[in-house]
C-alpha cells in the first residue's frame, strides 16, 4: 500500500509503502524481498533532500513500512507504483498543485 495526497512543484514531498493484508491491516514482507517503485511522472528519492534515486529496496521478512520521496516539476496526476514478484501490485495517484499564496504574519 502506498500513501499520499498531493504536493507542490519542485518539493520533495514524503510518501510511506507498507505491507497490508487484503483488508488493509498492516503486517510485515512475510519473507525478505524486493520491492520495485516507479512513477509515470517525477522521481522517486531515498532522502527527504532528493538527491538519492530510488528504483528498489530490499525488505526483510519482519520490516513492514519504507518511507521514501518524490519530486516532480510538472503539474498534474502522478501515479505511484510498488511491485515484487508473488505480490499484488499497489498504485497510488499523488496530484501535483500550484501552491496557495503564503500569507506573512507580524
Known amino acids: 500500500q502506498l500513501n499520499s495526497t498531493s504536493t507542490w512543484p519542485g ?5 510511506e509503502f507498507s505491507f ?3 483488508g488493509a491491516a498492516p503486517t ?3 519473507r525478505d524481498r524486493t520491492v520495485t517503485f516507479s512513477t509515470d511522472s ?4 531515498t532522502d527527504i533532500g532528493c538527491t538519492q534515486p530510488l528504483t528498489s529496496a530490499d525488505f526483510s521478512q519482519d520490516m513492514e513500512t519504507l518511507t521514501f520521496y518524490f519530486r516532480s516539476s510538472t503539474l498534474g496526476t502522478a501515479t505511484l507504483t510498488a511491485s515484487s514478484p508473488g505480490l499484488s501490485t499497489g498504485t497510488t495517484e499523488l496530484e501535483v498543485e500550484t501552491p496557495t499564496a ?3 504574519l507580524g
Request: glycine letters at 12%.
Open 11 to 15: 518539493f520533495c514531498h514524503q510518501v
Open 42 to 45: 517525477g522521481a522517486l528519492y
Open 20 to 22: 497490508t493484508t487484503v
Open 102 to 104: 503564503l500569507i506573512q
Open 28 to 30: 510485515t514482507s512475510g
